[in-house]
């Protein structure tokens, strides 16, 4: 999947990776900056854009960065493109990549399957390096909701894959599903990055799957300026009772129920600076003009940001 030029490129990230510690964001935040905006592709796939095309209407609306799903840039490769001409493409749009959304089950019982997950996982943090991306999604992907999760074992095996992310300085965000049944509140998630004692460990929590997945907002002051760097930012209705509620159910910031200037005011006194990534899948929206979307995103989220800045 990687060509010649690719995996020169990765080299030399992957050497980035092994001399600095953590997570290293690829552009520089304003100062004082609390927050940047990203674009999540979600949002506008079901206009089905294509991922040059959903690059350029985030840099046209205004985004700090992307969110991108890895499944798109495969299909991207597979059409005979490289990954040094896709990573021209974003630096030129000076865009960020600040997350890729991966969905291998790494944290299954089944030693064939997880062993076939971790080889993955490794190929998309060689792809996600060559972009200069040090984040990617680590979300239950494979647990069945009759399966229980044993939080010490899975904690190892999270430890296993953040070690994986630092020989390409891409490291996992344990991510949790609002209604997966499996690991679906944000104390699960918290108890398996604090099992895996590991000073690279990190939460992606989202708005709607707080909701949810019942774990309240509340428990958000808990974490330090460190648990997180990404949050998929969204709103739910408060027209649908929440065991009904779908991904597709998810609106723009500010136009739903969820406590949104509170959850901000709560990130901003973590401290650090924390990503808004722009998460729906909202079928009215994909109707629409998918630059109009984006940037009614965007001017929602800047507005709230707004009046919690005063």
Same mark, same amino acid.
């Given at each position: ?46 206009? #089905? ?11 046209? @609306?205004? !985004? ?20 040094? @001409? ?9 865009? =960020? ?9 790494? +944290? ?16 998309? +943090? #060689?792809?996600?390096? =060559? ?39 891409? +490291? ?63 709103? !739910? ?30 990130? %901003?006194? +973590?401290?650090?600076? %924390? ?17 109009? =979307?984006? *940037?009614?995103?965007?001017? *929602? ?10």
């Amino acid at each position: 999947m990687l060509n010649r030029r690719d995996l020169l490129k990765l080299s030399g990230a992957a050497l980035l990776g092994t001399s600095l510690p953590g997570i290293v964001s690829a552009a520089a935040s304003p100062a004082n900056s609390s927050f940047r905006f990203c674009l999540n592709t979600s949002t506008i796939s079901g206009q #089905k854009p294509g991922l040059v095309q959903s690059i350029e209407i985030a840099a046209k @609306a205004g !985004y700090d960065g992307l969110e991108l799903w890895i499944n798109d840039i495969r299909e991207y490769l597979k059409q005979g493109n490289s990954l040094e @001409a896709l990573r021209k493409l974003i630096k030129d749009k000076r865009l =960020v990549v600040e997350d890729a959304i991966s969905f291998t089950e790494w +944290m299954v019982d089944n030693d064939t399957r997880r062993k076939a997950a971790l080889a993955e996982l490794e190929e998309e +943090m #060689k792809i996600m390096a =060559v972009l200069d991306c040090h984040r990617i999604a680590a979300p239950p992907a494979g647990i069945r909701k009759d399966e229980p999760v044993d939080f010490q074992k899975a904690g190892i095996r999270y430890r296993e894959i953040l070690a994986l992310g630092r020989r390409y300085n891409v +490291m996992p965000l344990m991510e949790f599903w609002g209604a997966s049944g499996t690991v679906y509140n944000l104390s699960q998630a918290v108890a398996i990055a604090t099992a895996a004692n590991d000073r690279d460990a990190r939460i992606l929590p989202d708005v709607y799957h707080l909701f949810r997945g019942g774990s309240g907002f509340d428990g958000l002051r808990l974490l330090n300026g460190n648990a997180i760097e990404v949050i998929h930012f969204n709103d !739910y209705p408060a027209s649908i009772p929440v065991n009904e509620q779908t991904d597709s159910d998810r609106v723009y910031p500010g136009d739903g129920a969820a406590p949104l200037k509170q959850i901000l005011r709560d990130l %901003k006194a +973590m401290g650090g600076t %924390k990503v808004l990534s722009l998460e729906l899948f909202n079928k009215t929206y994909w109707a629409q003009d998918a630059l109009l =979307v984006a *940037k009614t995103g965007l001017e *929602k989220m800047k507005k709230l940001v707004r009046e919690i800045n005063g």
